[in-house]
């Protein structure tokens, strides 16, 4: 039988995984930097609060520049979501 339509779900799932585990990251604008303060000592909630703040986002656009040259930085992503998908996919 035809398993396109099985590998483009499956790709599909593993787009979503990816772009939520990036959106977690405790960087910038993203989500994650939301998270992590609730997880950290008061003092150090807020030296983090002010360092993401000011330096944040730029570390964010430096490490997506250090991906579009060619440099592996988001490969652990990929690991991560290829560790997780077969908890998910049940179908």
Do not use: C
């Not at 979503?16 to 604008?29: D, R, S, V, Y």
């Not at 993203?30 to 992590?36: A, P, Q, R, T």
């Amino acid at each position: 039988s035809d398993r396109g339509p099985e590998f483009f779900f499956l790709y599909l799932a593993q787009i979503n995984l990816l772009l939520m585990i990036f959106n977690l990251l405790p960087i910038g604008a993203l989500d994650g930097h939301y998270i992590l303060p609730y997880f950290l000592p008061r003092e150090l909630a807020a030296r983090y609060r002010y360092y993401n703040a000011r330096y944040g986002n730029l570390v964010l656009l430096a490490l997506i520049g250090l991906y579009v040259v060619g440099l592996p930085v988001f490969d652990y992503l990929l690991s991560v979501s290829n560790a997780v998908l077969p908890l998910i996919i049940f179908v």
